[in-house]
């Protein structure tokens, strides 16, 4: 419950800054296929990437003792039980609108499939068309274009052209995507800006169809005389949405300069910056802290005289030691993990910071200790080491 409802946030967070971006850089832009990927991507981005984890660089976690873990929550448990009654409450009313917007859809949709049942349908280019007096403007529902049976040319056939850009460009992909988005968030009121700006930007994409073979000035004419409000599914593409002079302006022929389809980009940033600021740090275990002294401590085979033989043939004296005649013992200590492996090398007296390197990166490739026990269990234990630095006389 409580993963779902950070996630929610976070989607919808994700969905308002895509939707103030358009607002601000995008809406009166004419690229509209470009604005049409940009929308989809703001609704795909919105889902996904709020499931998805984010590190910043690591950092170390604390650790607490089984006392203190039982302390606080004891002080905290009567806070976390009101917090996870109210995320409760929260969660009911998030799913049960949810759940209300959905079966409204659901309905809707098989409400309009019976009717269109009922209704005689013609072919056109591989379109259904249903006439009929039922209805007082056109709009298309998935491959299936409605019409007020009155209307006649030539504005029956800007209207079939209008519909048939909507079908070809596959619209409804887009609105069922954003209905099924709205119906998931439908308490963030930017879904429901976001959801008009899917289908103004399709009108205008129709637009454009029409006009590459109509006369500018008889569409217009054909829009304005289809402006009548009447209800409308949700899943549908009315002819007359978004029927205002930017859509009008729209229809406008201007070439678009290359550097003004780049002001998509501005989303790029702000990508960038919502993802850091919904990481999380990375955690570093903190390692337990070895043992000093246990039943039975670690061994290398063959004894010391076998491990100093080992870092006398591997240990190559530093050049610039030997040519400043720097030479010395230098004390280790480092850990025997379970594996019986030398690791987390430290320097507990040094000679020189060449020396001193050197003796760390000799010590850390030790392999092939028997790991101490401890209670029959091998355990991680500390081992002391001398590495004597001398030059030949």
Do not use: C
């Amino acid at each position: 419950m409580e993963q779902y409802l950070v996630w929610l946030i976070k989607s919808a967070i994700w969905l308002s800054a895509f939707t103030i971006v358009y607002l601000i850089f995008l809406r009166h832009e004419r690229y509209l296929k470009i604005k049409r990927w940009y929308l989809l991507a703001g609704i795909l981005f919105s889902l996904i990437l709020p499931s998805i984890t984010f590190y910043l660089p690591a950092e170390k976690v604390i650790y607490y003792t089984t006392n203190q873990i039982q302390s606080q929550t004891s002080a905290g448990s009567e806070a976390t039980i009101q917090q996870l009654g109210n995320n409760s409450v929260l969660f009911i009313v998030l799913i049960s609108g949810t759940i209300a917007l959905l079966i409204r859809l659901i309905f809707n949709t098989a409400l309009h499939l019976a009717k269109l049942v009922k209704m005689d349908a013609s072919r056109k280019d591989g379109f259904k068309i249903v006439a009929t007096e039922q209805i007082s403007s056109s709009f298309s529902f998935f491959n299936i274009i409605f019409l007020n049976s009155n209307v006649e040319e030539p504005e029956k056939g800007l209207i079939i052209q209008h519909e048939m850009g909507h079908i070809r460009q596959r619209h409804w992909i887009d609105i069922i995507i954003s209905e099924l988005t709205l119906a998931l968030q439908w308490a963030n009121p930017f879904i429901w800006i976001y959801s008009r700006l899917i289908r103004e930007n399709h009108e205008y994409l129709a637009d454009q169809e029409v006009l590459k073979n109509s006369d500018p000035s008889l569409y217009k004419a054909v829009l304005l005389n289809n402006m009548i409000k009447l209800p409308i599914f949700n899943i549908t593409q009315p002819f007359t949405y978004s029927l205002n002079k930017r859509r009008f302006d729209m229809m406008k022929k201007r070439e678009i300069p290359f550097r003004r389809k780049l002001k998509v980009l501005v989303i790029v940033p702000v990508i960038l910056a919502m993802v850091f600021a919904f990481s999380v740090p990375k955690p570093l275990p903190e390692t337990e802290p070895a043992f000093v002294i246990v039943e039975e401590m670690p061994f290398f085979p063959g004894g010391d005289t076998e491990l100093l033989g080992y870092i006398a043939k591997n240990i190559k004296y530093p050049r610039k030691a030997r040519e400043q005649n720097i030479e010395g013992r230098v004390f280790l200590r480092f850990v025997v993990d379970v594996e019986g492996n030398a690791i987390r090398p430290e320097i507990l007296r040094g000679v020189d910071p060449l020396l001193d390197a050197e003796a760390v990166r000799v010590v850390s490739s030790i392999k092939g200790f028997v790991p101490g026990k401890q209670n029959g269990n091998p355990v991680e234990v500390y081992y002391q080491l001398p590495i004597n630095f001398a030059l030949p006389n």
